[in-house]
């Protein structure tokens, strides 16, 4: 099955700083890259994915890149404001078309 | 908007109950699934329904069994509970068919075992 890896698993940024969060995925037939963001408390939910047909993808303040050469993709936040806060989980599909989930970052911006 | 209600916020039960967790998603997806969330493990599977009455084991099924007798109902069931079974529970669904499509999450179902 495919295996993600995240790093780092915390990640302590100030206010207006850039944060970036890498996976890496081990197998090739991943062709769908989604990230979700759980704030303390709630549930995840999506914030932005990207195709293997694409590079990149930006929504405002973050981003997506994806390297299928190398196997791995990493979001990017901008700017960074307290409400940033969360825990990110990265996915990919494998060939099974079953999300398996990174470990999780832990985001957290200092005011 | 799609929702993904899970039965219970919080359970506390004792060591060799038997335990239900129940998921019922409103917008007709035939993928569910069943996550354990620990911290500094993220999101584990547990088992997976493609469809009505069609389950598949995850990751870490041991210990579990689910039922999906209709589209919108998925549960899961901890035949003998124990403490290693503590956590947080989190269901989840997305339309079927194909791999580029969003997992919606319920609450989370926050499971002690005493």
């Known amino acids: 099955g495919e295996n993600v890896e995240q790093h780092p698993s915390t990640l302590s940024v100030q206010e207006g700083d850039s944060a970036v969060i890498k996976c890496t995925y081990s197998?090739?037939?991943?062709?769908?890259f989604p990230w979700y963001k759980q704030e303390l408390g709630k549930r995840p939910q999506l914030i932005i994915d990207i195709r293997s047909n694409v590079g990149e993808k930006k929504d405002q303040r973050i981003a997506v890149t994806l390297n299928k050469t190398a196997k791995h993709f990493s979001l990017h936040i901008t700017e960074t404001q307290p409400e940033d806060s969360a825990v990110y989980f990265c996915?990919?599909?494998?060939?099974?078309?079953?999300?398996?989930f990174g470990r999780g970052t832990s985001l957290i911006v200092h005011p | 908007d799609v929702k993904v209600t899970q039965s219970s916020r919080y359970l506390v039960k004792r060591t060799g109950e038997k335990v239900f967790l129940e998921c019922v998603q409103d917008?007709?997806?035939?993928?569910m699934f069943w996550y354990r969330q620990d911290p500094g493990l993220g999101l584990r599977l547990i088992y997976f329904?493609?469809?009505?009455?069609?389950?598949e084991k995850g990751d870490i099924p041991e210990g579990y069994s689910v039922s999906r007798e209709k589209k919108e109902r998925f549960s899961l069931i901890l035949e003998s509970a124990s403490t290693n079974q503590t956590s947080m529970y989190l269901c989840?669904?997305?339309?079927?068919?194909?791999?580029?499509?969003?997992?919606?999450f319920g609450q989370g179902t926050r499971l002690t075992v005493v």
């Open positions: 329904s493609y469809d009505v009455k069609m389950k």
């Open positions: 917008m007709d997806h035939e993928n």
């Open positions: 989840a669904s997305r339309v079927g068919g194909r791999v580029d499509t969003e997992a919606f």
């Open positions: 996915a990919a599909p494998g060939g099974s078309y079953i999300p398996t």
């Open positions: 197998d090739s037939a991943s062709n769908y």
